[in-house]
């Protein structure tokens, strides 16, 4: 059986699965719970000083009959004494001396107000500590979380702060609310930060009640931004992710976050770089028995690749992700259907007529609709394949462009050698 | 007419088992899992398919059920794990769990998955009575708890499920393989030996340290009425058993069977499989007293069958055969023609071999236990039809499975 266990910035956990700092993790009998059901370790719902939640908090995106496939809050940081957490994280770790509790942290921007809190949670047991530079509102209205994020000096100063005093490794949480996300990670390993994690979540309305014209969550008539998360964020995060990890000059362990719901998710996170990764809202959804899967299928999937230790995992498709520029123009992919799997509903026709390249023949056949693929016009933009509803119905298939491997900087360099491009 | 014993639901390909998983909401505390005699996790076995864990998916059900791949095929799911699903209140159609827990068990089998494994011995050595669904589950639950089985078998390895189980539900051969399966994990079978003659009681009890009393229920019997020996009158039990080793076993013309039960009811089907032209189901009772479930009557119908209600057998009627059936309805006798009758009126306990079992109390024809499945005889542990009265696959499988965690902690006892 592989190996599952991580060594996090000297933080030892045994499998790559954490909960992220949320309501998951609100207390000691969760966490433990959580532990129970097989989760390497938490982060603690962010500790800092008491605030006020308000009353309907959550609401969500639905895709058809799927629920939940991108989650809003509008919640803050603990509101919990911060006596009663740390008492809490000492008695969790107390239980559990193999799985990880991480502290997230939010103060106001003071150097002694961060140095205590970093005292406490340290003294309470915490095995590292993660600063929460990314929650988008309330707190950031404050000069906390994502405002702290936004600005990479703050982020930097306040790693600093926090390194003066911290015995166990710093994590910063980085925030995907900004136009490049490399700044404010390379400010938190200027001031010091073991690691990063991301995303935090994602600024946005949900919707709006077409009755009552006000926004969701729905606080007596009114709302506010909130935080976006939940399956529809992977891609994002996904991105954020290869740019940090690719970023030769942050050069840090990274703990992935976002839509990530079971272990297909976590790989991929893992194969652009994560050493650990993070989940909130499928935990928020199904509950802490989602991890079994997880450890499960992980472990076999490294079982059938014949990789002993997950940590051989990390970062392996990092050099595929490329610049456009890079890529070879003259790979040329078209088409193909299956006429056996074919139920005839004439969606990829549609597709490709009107939003695509007109590639598709159609015509009535047994009173469906029989399609067929132009090959000279197919362009290879994969439209019909994503929208047909039937499983390996439509593949993609390579033909010989007959041409040499090119690229954009390569044309460039000789564009009359490569005319052809032109009539496309 | 042979597809009709070709198991009827095709298994389901990657795709749809796919669509089918994600369709699952998967429940907490969920309703089919409670539904399952052997508690399998069910909203965990799919999520595993969805994610494409199918190991895992096979390992989950495994873990509750080691039969779970005949089970898959043969179990009633509209009544048990299928009939709970919350689908039903969506008006939607309810799972298709069954079929998900085949394609799962399927899978494993395929790549050499094993069900269970062994754990370190410890002390202790069992004797099982029966290698049906009830004697095997116990016989695994012993051997993963580190503690050696011996099964001892008089006729076919998986019991009922190798000679019962209609074959359009799971065929004879399915039934073997999946007995191998189970051997293949490390399963002790000793085949062709009925115990109280072949090897005695006396000798189990000097060598094993528990028995395990798996026998299930008996042939069905003779009615007790003028001409029921016949030749032509045929057990239900003999004729599907027979059927089940070949599909050329002869068959009448026209076919009356007798009983209502879900017995009754397959060798309507079965009988109809092999060619009979006219088959005839008679209940003593009206249809709404039969026991047999409401999903099987609706498929004997779309066999072709008939049905006869409020039907007391008086005498069978021939010379040399059987030519025809007499009944009495409303104290009015009702004749029918045939040349084939089947008895389907319930499966007799094995009264003899219960005599013969020491300090072991048996009540109206079954084992007595206690919730722990012990009998009176605290050596002697008990489960499936034998104790039951006849119920389902999945039933010996849960009885079998206690009674195994039950010998094992009555062992360590015994041994301090
Ligand atoms: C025709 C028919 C169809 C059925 N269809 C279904 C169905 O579709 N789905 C379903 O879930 N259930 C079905 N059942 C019920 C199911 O088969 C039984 O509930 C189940 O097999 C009971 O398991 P068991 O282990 O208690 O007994 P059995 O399966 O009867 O096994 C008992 C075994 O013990 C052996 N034995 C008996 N005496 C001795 C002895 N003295 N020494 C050694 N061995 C001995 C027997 O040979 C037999 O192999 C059906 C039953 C019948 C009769
Ligand atoms: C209700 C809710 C509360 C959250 N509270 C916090 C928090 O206190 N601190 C923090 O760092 N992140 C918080 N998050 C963000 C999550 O930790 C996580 O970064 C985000 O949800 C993305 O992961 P997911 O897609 O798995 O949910 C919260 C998220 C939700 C849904
Ligand atoms: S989940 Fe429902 S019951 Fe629980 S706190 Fe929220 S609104 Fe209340």
Redesign the interface.
Known sequence: MADLSINFCGIRSPNPFWLASAPPTNTGDQVMRAFDAGWGGAVWKTLGDPIVNVSSRYASVDFGSVRMMGLNNIELITDRPLDVNLREIAEVKKRYPKQVVIASLMVESKREAWHQIVKQAEGAGADGLELNFGCPHGMSERGMGAAVGQVPEYACQITEWVKQVARTPVIVKLTPNITDITYPARAAKKGGADAVSLINTINSIMSIDLDSFSPRPDVAGHSAHGGYCGPAVKPIALNMLAQVAKDAQVAIPISGIGGIS???DAVEFILLGASTVQVCTAVMH??F??V??MV??LS??LDEKKIASVSELCGRALPRVSSWENLDLNYKIVAAVDEQKCIGCGLCYVACNDGAHQAIGARAKNGRTEVEILEDKCVGCNLCSLVCP???CISMKQIDAGRPPLTWKEYQRNPNAHTHLAHK | MEELFSEIKPALT??EA?AEANRCL?C?DAPCTRACPTHIDVP?FI??I????L??SA?TIFDANVLGASCARVCPTEVLCEGACVMHDLHARPIQIGQLQRHSTDWAMAHAMLPFTKGTRRRGKVAIIGAGPAGLACAAGLEQRGIDAVIFEAEKEGGLNTTGVADYKMTAGFSRREVAFLKQSGLTIKSGVRVGKDISLSDLERDFDAIFIGVGLGRVGKLGIAGDTLPGVVDAIDFIAALKQSHQTPVGKKVVVIGGGNTSIDAVTQALALGAEEVTLTYRRKLEEMPAYEHEVELAKKFGARFEFSLLPIRIIGEGKVQAIEFSRDDKVVRIDCDMVILATGQKPHLPFFESLPNVRIERGSVVVNEKMQTTNPKYFSGGDCVSGGKEVVNGVADGKLAAQSIAIWIEGKHG
């Open positions: 079971n272990w297909r199904y509950g028995r989602i079994e899967d499960e299928g076999n999937y039937v499983d390996g | 990657q795709d796919l998967s907490f965990a999520k595993k969805a994610t494409g864990n190991r895992g390992k």
